[in-house]
Nanobody, 125 residues
């Protein structure tokens, strides 16, 4: 069992940066692939980025490549999403999710077992 808690969201302007954190509790978190998803009103959970248990493998959607960076610190049971050069289209509620698996680029929300409650990111133009 893993519990996930996101933090770091907020209201920012176009071009600003935010750093989201996902704090995990539970055993063996270091063996989990972790993904970040976002949900805008009326939409489902859209994949943003994922990182393997070791941190050596990452995956991003094209629209955030070069702007967002996912990282993890297994000693602290945290996964972060550094978001730079934010755009209004990045506005959404951001969720971290985890699944205990060897590395695969898992982009489907249904492939993840555990979810946090989300943190809101709003980017004004």
């Amino acid at each position: 069992q893993v519990q996930l808690v996101e933090s770091g969201g907020g209201l920012v302007q176009t071009g600003d940066s935010l750093r989201l954190s996902c704090a995990a509790s539970g055993r063996d978190f270091a063996s989990y692939t972790v993904g970040w998803f976002r949900q805008a009103p009326g939409n489902g959970h859209d994949f943003v980025a994922a990182i393997s248990w070791s941190g050596r493998n990452t995956d991003y959607i094209d629209s955030v490549k070069g702007r967002f960076t996912i990282s993890r610190d297994n000693a602290k049971n945290t996964v972060s999403l550094q978001m730079n050069n934010l755009k209004p289209e990045d506005t959404a509620r951001y969720y971290c999710a985890a699944v205990q698996t060897t590395w695969l680029p898992l982009r489907n929300a249904g492939q993840y077992t555990y979810w946090g409650q989300g943190t809101q990111v709003t980017v004004s133009s």
